[in-house]
Structures are given as structure tokens and as C-alpha cells.
């Protein structure tokens, strides 16, 4: 299974962005009985979780992006989007996506910068 994951960007403070994940090659079965989550690493090398979507559909965001960014899944696609609008220099990192716990080789990551 390899994680794709596109749609990163620089963009200006409050603007939006959608990015998408593809776990490519993954077992449909296996797809669905995993939570799937979308990770961001600073240029400190720091890794946190930012947004996560379980079995049945339940989001949990971090306090850092909570009524700003939106998870979905499209389980058909395997397929996992992370839609972030109000950007914030802060959210300036390298966003992954993986399961919880991270099962599969991480992807390349997608950047998303937000210049201050």
C-alpha cells in the first residue's frame, strides 16, 4: 500500500485548501476497518495529528484546527480529503496521511505553506 498524497500549496493567511490522500493498492476490506487520520511535520521535525475519521464516520480534530478544517472519506476511492480554510501561518508543514495507528509506509507528504 503507498500513501499519495496532493493538493498542498502556498497560499495566504485565511485562505482555503483541499487536500487529498489515496491509499493506492490498499484491500478494500482492509481499507475500511482501519481509522484514518491526516498527520502534519514542522520544519522542526515535530509530527502531530491534526484531524482523524473513524468506522463509523466520528471526526476528531485537534484544538490547533478544530472549526477550521474538515475531514472526509470516500471509501469507494479509498480515498481521504482534509479540507482547511481561516489558514494560518501556523498551519505552514508537510501533511500526511496514515492509518491509527500508522500501519502502512508513509507517503511523500504534501506541503502546505502559509507565509506570515
Known amino acids: 500500500v503507498r500513501m499519495v498524497e496532493s493538493g498542498g500549496d502556498s497560499v495566504q493567511a485565511g485562505g482555503s485548501l483541499r487536500l487529498s490522500c489515496l491509499a493506492s493498492g490498499a484491500i478494500t476490506s482492509v481499507f475500511n476497518s482501519k481509522i484514518w487520520a491526516w498527520y502534519r511535520q514542522t520544519a522542526d521535525d515535530q509530527r502531530e495529528r491534526v484531524a482523524q475519521?473513524?468506522?463509523?464516520?466520528?471526526?476528531t480534530y485537534a484544538d490547533s484546527v478544530k472549526g477550521r478544517f474538515t475531514i472526509s472519506i470516500d471509501r469507494s476511492r479509498k480515498k481521504v480529503y482534509l479540507q482547511m480554510n481561516s489558514l494560518r501561518p501556523e498551519d505552514t508543514a508537510v501533511y500526511f496521511c496514515?492509518?491509527?495507528?500508522?500501519?502502512?509506509?508513509w507517503g511523500q507528504g504534501t506541503q502546505v505553506t502559509v507565509p506570515s
Open positions: 496514515n492509518s491509527i495507528p500508522p500501519d502502512f509506509a
Open positions: 475519521v473513524s468506522r463509523d464516520g466520528t471526526t
